[in-house]
Nanobody, 122 residues
Framework: QVRLVESGGGLVQAGGSLRLSCVAS????????MGWFRQAPGKEREFVAA????????YYTDSVKDRFTISRDNTKATAYLQMNNLKPEDTAVYYC???????????????WGQGTQVTVSS
């Protein structure tokens, strides 16, 4: 059974930084893509970033390019999202997920955890 546990969120001023972590368990970590998604109040959950199983490829939604960096440590079964130059519109609950296929159009398992709240004040 796949279990994903997100952490690292918090309250930060615009322009600040946060680093989110996602610890995975339940199956072999390094064969699956890892992705970050977010859901703002009143909005649908949206894709943020993804990384391939060996970490060699990454993909970002346009709104976070050059500000966010996704990475992973397969020895710790953990994925990270480094978020710099945060903006109020980044405020959301952030979730991680595991998937397969291409990073931009592959399959995501929707193994949603509890998420971690990120709040950016202006």
């Amino acid at each position: 059974q796949v279990r994903l546990v997100e952490s690292g969120g918090g309250l930060v001023q615009a322009g600040g930084s946060l680093r989110l972590s996602c610890v995975a368990s339940g199956r072999t970590f390094n064969v699956f893509n890892m992705g970050w998604f977010r859901q703002a109040p009143g909005k649908e959950r949206e894709f943020v970033a993804a990384i391939s199983g060996n970490g060699g490829r990454t993909y970002y939604t346009d709104s976070v390019k050059d500000r966010f960096t996704i990475s992973r440590d397969n020895t710790k079964a953990t994925a990270y999202l480094q978020m710099n130059n945060l903006k109020p519109e980044d405020t959301a609950v952030y979730y991680c997920d595991q998937g397969t296929g291409s990073l931009d159009a592959g399959y995501w398992g929707k193994y949603w955890g509890q998420g971690t709240q990120v709040t950016v004040s202006s």
